[in-house]
Protein backbone atom coordinates (compact mmCIF):
# COMPACT_ATOMS: atom_id res chain seq x y z
CA UNK A 1 0.00 0.00 0.00
CA UNK A 2 1.55 3.42 -1.27
CA UNK A 3 1.94 6.37 2.03
CA UNK A 4 -0.96 7.72 0.26
CA UNK A 5 -3.26 5.45 0.85
CA UNK A 6 -2.12 4.38 4.05
CA UNK A 7 -1.94 7.80 5.57
CA UNK A 8 -5.88 8.04 4.20
CA UNK A 9 -6.50 4.72 6.24
CA UNK A 10 -4.77 5.89 9.08
CA UNK A 11 -7.11 9.10 9.15
CA UNK A 12 -10.25 6.87 8.75
CA UNK A 13 -9.02 4.65 11.47
CA UNK A 14 -8.58 7.76 13.66
CA UNK A 15 -12.28 9.09 12.98
CA UNK A 16 -13.77 6.17 13.73
CA UNK A 17 -12.37 5.80 16.54
CA UNK A 18 -13.51 9.24 17.90
CA UNK A 19 -17.05 8.15 16.84
CA UNK A 20 -17.40 8.92 13.27
CA UNK A 21 -20.14 6.58 11.64
CA UNK A 22 -19.99 7.14 8.00
CA UNK A 23 -15.81 6.25 8.82
CA UNK A 24 -16.40 3.45 10.46
CA UNK A 25 -19.34 1.61 8.06
CA UNK A 26 -16.65 2.38 4.93
CA UNK A 27 -13.62 0.34 7.32
CA UNK A 28 -16.37 -2.29 8.24
CA UNK A 29 -17.94 -2.24 4.80
CA UNK A 30 -13.75 -2.67 3.18
CA UNK A 31 -13.00 -6.16 5.10
CA UNK A 32 -16.31 -7.82 5.77
CA UNK A 33 -16.17 -9.73 2.42
CA UNK A 34 -12.37 -10.74 3.44
CA UNK A 35 -13.37 -11.67 6.65
CA UNK A 36 -16.17 -13.75 5.54
CA UNK A 37 -14.44 -15.63 2.87
CA UNK A 38 -12.06 -16.62 5.61
CA UNK A 39 -14.44 -17.90 7.83
CA UNK A 40 -16.16 -20.02 5.61
CA UNK A 41 -12.42 -21.61 4.24
CA UNK A 42 -11.82 -22.15 7.99
CA UNK A 43 -15.56 -23.40 9.40
CA UNK A 44 -16.50 -24.92 6.12
CA UNK A 45 -20.57 -23.77 6.50
CA UNK A 46 -21.91 -21.06 5.51
CA UNK A 47 -24.38 -20.87 8.65
CA UNK A 48 -21.05 -20.97 10.67
CA UNK A 49 -18.97 -18.60 8.82
CA UNK A 50 -22.02 -15.66 8.93
CA UNK A 51 -21.68 -15.96 12.96
CA UNK A 52 -18.22 -15.98 12.75
CA UNK A 53 -18.48 -13.33 10.63
CA UNK A 54 -20.26 -10.69 13.12
CA UNK A 55 -18.12 -11.77 16.27
CA UNK A 56 -14.71 -11.38 13.97
CA UNK A 57 -16.34 -7.97 12.63
CA UNK A 58 -17.52 -6.80 16.43
CA UNK A 59 -14.37 -7.50 17.59
CA UNK A 60 -12.41 -5.00 14.87
CA UNK A 61 -15.24 -2.52 15.92
CA UNK A 62 -14.48 -2.76 19.55
CA UNK A 63 -10.62 -3.26 19.65
CA UNK A 64 -10.58 -0.29 16.66
CA UNK A 65 -8.54 1.69 19.36
CA UNK A 66 -5.54 -0.80 20.06
CA UNK A 67 -4.73 -0.05 15.75
CA UNK A 68 -1.68 1.44 15.96
CA UNK A 69 -0.67 1.48 11.93
CA UNK A 70 2.69 -0.71 12.60
CA UNK A 71 0.95 -3.03 10.08
CA UNK A 72 -1.71 -2.02 7.42
CA UNK A 73 -5.52 -2.41 8.46
CA UNK A 74 -5.84 -5.26 6.57
CA UNK A 75 -3.37 -7.40 7.97
CA UNK A 76 -4.41 -6.33 11.58
CA UNK A 77 -7.92 -7.59 10.68
CA UNK A 78 -6.81 -11.06 9.53
CA UNK A 79 -4.88 -11.01 12.72
CA UNK A 80 -7.63 -11.03 14.66
CA UNK A 81 -9.53 -13.08 12.37
CA UNK A 82 -6.72 -15.75 12.20
CA UNK A 83 -6.91 -15.75 16.08
CA UNK A 84 -10.40 -15.51 16.40
CA UNK A 85 -10.90 -18.63 14.24
CA UNK A 86 -8.42 -20.97 15.54
CA UNK A 87 -9.94 -20.81 18.68
CA UNK A 88 -13.58 -20.92 17.75
CA UNK A 89 -15.21 -24.34 18.69
CA UNK A 90 -19.18 -23.43 18.30
CA UNK A 91 -18.63 -24.83 14.45
CA UNK A 92 -20.30 -28.42 13.20
CA UNK A 93 -16.65 -29.51 12.35
CA UNK A 94 -14.85 -28.32 15.66
CA UNK A 95 -17.41 -31.42 17.20
CA UNK A 96 -17.30 -33.73 13.82
CA UNK A 97 -13.88 -33.03 12.23
CA UNK A 98 -13.44 -35.51 8.81
CA UNK A 99 -10.47 -36.70 7.81
CA UNK A 100 -8.47 -37.57 4.49
CA UNK A 101 -8.92 -41.63 5.34
CA UNK A 102 -12.48 -41.20 6.03
CA UNK A 103 -13.07 -38.66 3.03
CA UNK A 104 -11.32 -41.29 0.84
CA UNK A 105 -12.79 -44.05 1.75
CA UNK A 106 -16.22 -42.78 1.17
CA UNK A 107 -15.13 -41.68 -2.29
CA UNK A 108 -14.60 -45.05 -2.82
CA UNK A 109 -16.69 -47.39 -1.13
CA UNK A 110 -19.99 -44.75 -1.24
CA UNK A 111 -22.85 -46.93 -3.07
CA UNK A 112 -23.67 -44.00 -5.66
CA UNK A 113 -25.41 -46.34 -7.80
CA UNK A 114 -27.58 -47.63 -5.24
CA UNK A 115 -29.85 -44.16 -4.52
CA UNK A 116 -32.61 -43.04 -6.52
CA UNK A 117 -33.06 -39.70 -8.33
CA UNK A 118 -33.68 -36.89 -5.12
CA UNK A 119 -32.80 -33.39 -7.64
CA UNK A 120 -36.69 -32.46 -6.74
CA UNK A 121 -36.09 -30.97 -10.86
CA UNK A 122 -33.04 -29.21 -10.05
CA UNK A 123 -31.16 -29.42 -12.77
CA UNK A 124 -28.05 -31.97 -12.27
CA UNK A 125 -25.36 -29.83 -13.40
CA UNK A 126 -26.43 -26.46 -10.91
CA UNK A 127 -26.69 -29.41 -8.24
CA UNK A 128 -23.17 -30.81 -8.97
CA UNK A 129 -21.50 -27.22 -8.84
CA UNK A 130 -22.80 -26.91 -5.60
CA UNK A 131 -21.71 -29.93 -4.47
CA UNK A 132 -18.35 -29.41 -5.87
CA UNK A 133 -18.04 -26.63 -4.32
CA UNK A 134 -19.21 -27.69 -0.79
CA UNK A 135 -17.30 -30.94 -0.64
CA UNK A 136 -13.78 -29.11 -1.65
CA UNK A 137 -14.47 -26.47 0.99
CA UNK A 138 -15.36 -29.37 3.44
CA UNK A 139 -12.16 -31.14 2.52
CA UNK A 140 -10.36 -27.98 4.20
CA UNK A 141 -11.44 -29.57 7.31
CA UNK A 142 -9.62 -32.24 7.10
CA UNK A 143 -6.33 -30.56 7.91
CA UNK A 144 -5.65 -29.30 11.11
CA UNK A 145 -6.70 -25.56 12.03
CA UNK A 146 -3.45 -24.38 11.74
CA UNK A 147 -2.08 -26.07 8.72
CA UNK A 148 -6.39 -24.80 7.02
CA UNK A 149 -5.08 -21.36 8.09
CA UNK A 150 -2.05 -21.13 6.49
CA UNK A 151 -3.53 -22.98 3.47
CA UNK A 152 -5.91 -20.04 3.68
CA UNK A 153 -3.86 -17.35 3.20
CA UNK A 154 -1.49 -18.94 0.58
CA UNK A 155 -3.85 -20.61 -1.65
CA UNK A 156 -6.46 -18.39 -1.70
CA UNK A 157 -5.65 -14.74 -0.54
CA UNK A 158 -2.09 -15.85 -1.86
CA UNK A 159 -0.75 -13.34 0.78
CA UNK A 160 3.25 -12.79 1.01
CA UNK A 161 5.22 -14.69 3.22
CA UNK A 162 6.22 -11.78 5.62
CA UNK A 163 2.66 -10.50 5.79
CA UNK A 164 1.77 -14.29 6.34
CA UNK A 165 4.15 -15.05 9.27
CA UNK A 166 3.63 -11.68 11.41
CA UNK A 167 -0.28 -12.90 10.81
CA UNK A 168 0.27 -16.38 12.35
CA UNK A 169 3.58 -15.39 14.45
CA UNK A 170 6.16 -17.15 12.96
CA UNK A 171 8.95 -16.40 10.60
CA UNK A 172 8.40 -16.22 6.60
CA UNK A 173 10.58 -19.37 6.56
CA UNK A 174 8.66 -21.57 8.83
CA UNK A 175 5.16 -20.12 6.87
CA UNK A 176 7.20 -20.96 3.65
CA UNK A 177 7.88 -24.53 4.91
CA UNK A 178 4.44 -25.28 6.17
CA UNK A 179 2.63 -23.77 3.14
CA UNK A 180 4.58 -25.97 1.32
CA UNK A 181 3.68 -29.52 3.23
CA UNK A 182 0.13 -28.46 3.33
CA UNK A 183 -0.15 -27.41 -0.39
CA UNK A 184 1.34 -30.92 -1.32
CA UNK A 185 -0.99 -33.01 1.15
CA UNK A 186 -4.18 -31.34 -0.41
CA UNK A 187 -2.55 -31.67 -3.82
CA UNK A 188 -1.77 -34.92 -3.19
CA UNK A 189 -5.66 -36.04 -2.04
CA UNK A 190 -6.86 -34.41 -5.19
CA UNK A 191 -4.50 -35.96 -7.75
CA UNK A 192 -5.73 -39.33 -6.10
CA UNK A 193 -9.44 -38.89 -5.40
CA UNK A 194 -10.85 -35.62 -7.11
CA UNK A 195 -12.20 -35.70 -10.82
CA UNK A 196 -12.65 -32.22 -11.21
CA UNK A 197 -9.05 -30.63 -9.93
CA UNK A 198 -6.87 -34.05 -9.59
CA UNK A 199 -6.14 -37.10 -11.52
CA UNK A 200 -8.98 -39.26 -9.51
CA UNK A 201 -12.13 -41.12 -10.56
CA UNK A 202 -15.22 -38.91 -8.55
CA UNK A 203 -17.25 -36.65 -10.43
CA UNK A 204 -19.50 -34.86 -8.54
CA UNK A 205 -22.10 -35.22 -11.47
CA UNK A 206 -22.19 -38.79 -10.26
CA UNK A 207 -22.28 -38.22 -6.93
CA UNK A 208 -24.93 -35.64 -6.62
CA UNK A 209 -28.24 -37.87 -5.71
CA UNK A 210 -25.61 -39.50 -2.85
CA UNK A 211 -24.70 -36.15 -1.34
CA UNK A 212 -28.48 -35.25 -1.33
CA UNK A 213 -29.77 -38.11 0.53
CA UNK A 214 -26.39 -38.06 3.45
CA UNK A 215 -27.49 -34.03 3.57
CA UNK A 216 -24.59 -32.93 2.21
CA UNK A 217 -26.51 -30.51 -0.23
CA UNK A 218 -30.31 -29.49 -0.25
CA UNK A 219 -31.39 -28.98 -3.61
CA UNK A 220 -33.92 -26.90 -2.17
CA UNK A 221 -30.95 -24.51 -0.28
CA UNK A 222 -28.38 -23.91 -2.51
CA UNK A 223 -25.66 -22.00 -0.66
CA UNK A 224 -22.43 -21.52 -3.06
CA UNK A 225 -24.53 -21.67 -6.65
CA UNK A 226 -26.83 -18.85 -5.07
CA UNK A 227 -23.89 -16.80 -3.06
CA UNK A 228 -22.46 -14.08 -5.44
CA UNK A 229 -18.89 -14.09 -6.29
CA UNK A 230 -16.87 -11.20 -6.41
CA UNK A 231 -13.53 -10.21 -8.35
CA UNK A 232 -10.19 -11.06 -6.84
CA UNK A 233 -9.24 -7.66 -7.34
CA UNK A 234 -11.82 -6.35 -4.83
CA UNK A 235 -11.12 -9.15 -2.19
CA UNK A 236 -7.53 -7.49 -1.22
CA UNK A 237 -6.48 -3.82 0.30
CA UNK A 238 -2.81 -5.54 0.94
CA UNK A 239 -1.68 -7.91 -1.42
CA UNK A 240 2.10 -8.24 -2.60
CA UNK A 241 2.92 -10.95 -5.32
CA UNK A 242 3.28 -13.91 -3.13
CA UNK A 243 7.14 -15.92 -3.82
CA UNK A 244 6.93 -18.78 -6.05
CA UNK A 245 6.95 -21.19 -2.85
CA UNK A 246 7.21 -24.77 -4.37
CA UNK A 247 6.79 -26.27 -7.72
CA UNK A 248 3.10 -27.74 -6.96
CA UNK A 249 0.96 -26.98 -10.48
CA UNK A 250 -2.12 -28.30 -8.38
CA UNK A 251 -5.33 -25.90 -9.38
CA UNK A 252 -6.60 -24.89 -6.28
CA UNK A 253 -9.25 -22.60 -7.83
CA UNK A 254 -11.71 -24.11 -5.63
CA UNK A 255 -11.02 -21.43 -3.57
CA UNK A 256 -13.33 -18.62 -5.04
CA UNK A 257 -14.12 -15.66 -3.06
CA UNK A 258 -17.75 -14.60 -2.19
CA UNK A 259 -19.98 -11.87 -1.16
CA UNK A 260 -20.84 -11.85 2.65
CA UNK A 261 -24.59 -13.05 3.14
CA UNK A 262 -27.23 -9.99 3.57
CA UNK A 263 -28.01 -11.93 6.40
CA UNK A 264 -24.79 -10.93 7.76
CA UNK A 265 -24.57 -7.53 6.13
CA UNK A 266 -28.18 -5.97 7.43
CA UNK A 267 -26.80 -7.58 11.47
CA UNK A 268 -23.33 -5.26 11.06
CA UNK A 269 -25.42 -2.63 9.72
CA UNK A 270 -27.73 -2.62 12.55
CA UNK A 271 -25.00 -2.90 15.53
CA UNK A 272 -23.76 0.28 13.07
CA UNK A 273 -26.72 2.34 13.68
CA UNK A 274 -27.55 1.10 17.39
CA UNK A 275 -26.72 3.06 20.10
CA UNK A 276 -24.14 -0.03 20.97
CA UNK A 277 -21.48 2.43 18.60
CA UNK A 278 -20.52 4.31 21.73
CA UNK A 279 -18.50 1.07 22.72
CA UNK A 280 -15.99 2.24 20.15
CA UNK A 281 -15.79 5.40 21.30
CA UNK A 282 -15.17 4.31 24.77
CA UNK A 283 -12.93 1.09 24.08
Known sequence: MDQKKNEELQALVEKATAGEKEALETLVKGVQDI?????LRML?????????????????ITHLSSFRGDSSF??????????????????????????FEYYGADIVNGKIEDVPDLTQNVEKDILAEELKMSCTNVMLQCLDTESRCIFILGAMFKIDSRIAGDILEMTPEAYRQRLSRVRRKMADFLQQYCGEYGGGTCKCKDRVNYAIQNHRINPLHLEYTAAGE??????????????????????????????????????????????????????
Open 230 to 283: IPWETMLTVKNAMEEIDDISQDFSFCKPYRSPERTKRLIQEFLDSTQLSIVRNS
Open 44 to 60: GTFADAEDATQDILLKM
Open 35 to 39: VFNMS
Open 74 to 99: TTWVFSIAANHLKNYKKHMFARHAPS
